[in-house]
């Protein structure tokens, strides 16, 4: 097994040693659960109303206000809608994201230590998490992470989008839309397959974005933080480089999911009997073009610099906390 030290400074004379090995076996993957869940509550909801931005533009819902600017878009849906309806759909994030994130740091971490153990000279390590970067090898457990937590999530994300979308269709701006409800009234009227339509959707736009992700933090890691010790401004910076870049590049896969996920609820009559991913990318193309592709390009970048920044700060916070302190 490794030995690994830890040294906590509470005083400059007075270090204390921290055995790893003197952890509990069932400590890392506990640790990770929360860690993970923690990680992705915080991502999330911190720029939800950014994220509602973008899922009405995608959804051509956007007039010439919101097209000008974020700061002018929300202060525009805040004075005539209420400031709650920036904030539609955080419920179902908050229920599925901690869950989701959960499964989707753990997987990471196992895959890509079993990968380092099988693949690499690296020391081997019996515990769920190893200390080695691989950019490569990260990307490919992110691949695994992002396949396995995507199959909770994608139900969620669903209900969290057509109620973000809801604020946008309701006559009477002060109607709340329940998730419980939203979810049966989805059930009884688009069945079962609803909830999981954009599912080979979403993995077509998550895992390469989950590659670009996992693999850039480990390049800019490699580059910014050579020690791999804790240090919140580097892994903060890292992971809104990779955030950033993995948004930019999966936007025109995005835009084809937020029209699968909204389907039921579009105005636009063509968008409205899409099924699948082809029909979805022609109808969007027969809208507007190569430019269908590209609509939400700023918010979702802007949403995703700081959220995968808060993400990886937030994780590698807890895993300093919970596993290593």
Known sequence: MEHHEHQIQFMPKDPLEIDYEALPEDASLAAH???GALAGIAEHTVMFPIDSIKTRMQMNLSTKEISR???KSISRISSTEGFRALWKGVSSVILGAGPAHAIYFSVFESTKTFLVNRLTNSPHSTRIVTDANHPLIASCA????T?????LMTPF???????????AY??????SVRLIKLARDIYKNEGISAFFISYPTTLFTNIPFAALNFGFYEYSSLLLNPNNSYNPYLHCVSGGIAGGIAAALTTPLDCVRTVLQTRGISQNETLRHVTGFNTAAKALYKEAGYAAFWKGLKPRVIFNIPGTAISWTAYEFCKEILIKG
């Open 33 to 35: 659960l929360s860690a």
């Open 170 to 175: 309701t006559e009477n701006k002060s109607t």
């Open 69 to 71: 600017g974020l700061v």
């Open 142 to 145: 992110g691949v695994a992470a």
């Open 147 to 151: 396949t396995a937590s995507d199959a």
């Open 157 to 167: 994300d669903m209900l969290k989008q057509r109620m973000q979308a809801s604020a």
